[in-house]
Each structure stands twice: as C-alpha cells, then as structure tokens.
C-alpha cells in the first residue's frame, strides 16, 4: 500500500500470521511447477541482486518505460507534504523532476478536489490514481468516488485489507465488485493493491487471501495493481519464491484472471529485505516489466533511503533513464 500501514507493519504481520509452512494451494501448486521448469543453475543461485538490471531501455536500446506512464506514490512524500516543505513546495519540487503523473493519498490537505485539480494544472501534473479505502457507506463512496471524477483519475485502488478468516475475504471481495460497479459508472477503474500477507496467510487448506481474492473478485469490474516490493517479498516469506522471486512475481501477474494496470516500483535490500529506492536493490525489474508491461508504473519507497525527494529522483532517473542508484 503503503498508505495507513508501515513496511515494519505489514511485514511483521506477514510473517507472524504465516504461522510455520503453508500448504500448497492451486496457485503455490502452479507456482511450483513454474519454477520447476527454471534451469539447475539458477535454481542454485538462490536469492540474489540483479547486477546491471536497466529499467530506462530494452535490448535494443528503446525505452522500457515510457516516461508518459511514470508516477510517484504520495506516501512515499508524506514527510516533506506535512513538514516544514509543505504540499506545494513538494509537488512543484516533483513536476520540475519531469513527473508527469501522481497517485493521491493522505487525502487533499485542506483544499477542495476542485481546487486541487486546478493546483496540479498550474504545475503540470495530473493526479491519474488514488489509494482510499473500502467505504463505510452510500455517502461516503459517492463523495470519494465523486473526488476521483473530478480530479480526473483513472483508477483508485483499495490499499490494504486484512483478516485470517476466509470468509472475511470471501465479504471484502464482495463490497470491492459492489464499489467496482459503482466506480464503473463514473468512468473509473477500480483496483485492489497486494501486500505479503495476501500469499503468506494459510487460510485453511493450503487456501491464502490471494486465492479468494482473485477467485471472487470480478474480472470485468477489478484490476490488480501490483507492488512489485511485496509481492517478491510474499514469495520468499511463503517459500514459494525463494529460489526465484521474480519469476513468482510474474507467476502472479499471469495466473491472476483480473488485469494488472498498475505497479508500485520499490526495491528490496538483498540482506536486510528492507524497502530501498528504485534500481539500488536486488529485484530485476526489467524482467517482470518485459513479462507484463502496464499502463502505469508508480514509483514508491514507504521508508526512503535518504530524503523524499532524493526517492522521487531516483526513481525518475532509474524508469526514464536506466540509471542505478547506489546506497
């Protein structure tokens, strides 16, 4: 998400709920046969950095990335947008770096979405994305889905559910296809955001969240908005991933019958495992963005490593331009 809960958060409950092995359900059983089909050699190399991993060009030199489809995650901004920087220092700061685009959260700080529209005009930046919650009634999601319309965003996504009961689940998916449809009718895409816990979660029978997810979430109405950080991070916690966490990211993307529209792009530190900027840990991102491009890619790093700002950089710099940073 990473908005209304911490890395530390989300992983430490990740793991605490794991609660000893899972058992294979139908898509660990998939999963596994994937990486069955890995060669020896990389089988052997276990968790390891991706030296020389580009995002900015393919093979033949093109972008790999079109800087159109850039944007960064708020969140990771939330100490400057409330400290002494302030909102609009910080966003313009953003739309000099060349961002075209930003994924809302934290709310609108005191303005009206009239007004922050016309604020995001003034300096270049369209506000395409969102993270908001599950309403809690009628009112409450027409506003929320009135805001949206009126910023003129393409998609919101539901940044972050929890619950070790399938049939809490089975009921979030159901209010999600309800909001979906509801969504639909103000021209917007309705998406749900993973963190680890989704693959890690044994909800009985080998069945984890990610399962009920993506069996009950309608497909014509629900797109994925994949974080690339957690869900390599659910592989390894899981164990379905160990050995080649990006292949089972990929595994994911494919086997899921929803469409995935959205990353989030925030690295991994290989010995730590914790978040990092963009293109200065081990996930080969190239990798999983030939697999499955997208129609935004969303720079984000809940704890970034030096400053806000230094996070948006870099991670500017490593989409549009293939250049890996250093820590």
Known sequence: MCYGISDDQALSA???????????????????????????????????????????????????????????????????LNGARGYDATLRAVARMGYPRVEQALGLFGRTAHEMRAFYREIGVRATSSHNDISPDRAALETKLRDARTLGQSYMNVPWLNSE??????????????????????????GYHNHAHEFTIDLGRGVTPWDVLTSELDPRLVHLEIDIYWAVTGGIESGDG???????????????????????????????????????????????????????????????DVTPLRTAEVGWAYLRHGRRGRR
């Open 165 to 190: 009961v399938l049939d809490d689940w089975k009921r979030f998916a159901e209010r999600m296809n309800h909001e979906a449809a509801a969504a639909r009718r103000y021209g917007l895409r309705y």
């Open 14 to 80: 990740a793991r605490a709920q794991r609660g000893g092995p899972l058992r294979p359900g139908r898509r660990s059983l998939l999963r596994g046969a994937v990486a069955g089909a890995v060669g020896a050699g990389a089988l052997a190399a276990g968790v390891t950095a991706a030296p020389g991993a580009h995002a900015g060009q393919d093979r033949r030199g093109l972008p790999l990335v079109p800087p159109g489809l850039i944007s960064l995650q708020l969140y990771t901004m939330r100490d400057d």
């Open 242 to 304: 160990v050995r080649d966490p990006e292949r089972f990211t990929i595994d994911v993307i494919r086997s899921a019958p929803q469409r995935v529209l959205q990353y989030h792009v925030k690295d991994r530190d290989p010995v730590t495992g914790d978040t990092v900027d963009p293109g200065t840990g081990m996930i080969d991102f190239p990798r999983v963005f030939r697999a499955h491009p997208v129609k935004e890619y969303i720079v984000e790093n809940d704890t970034p």
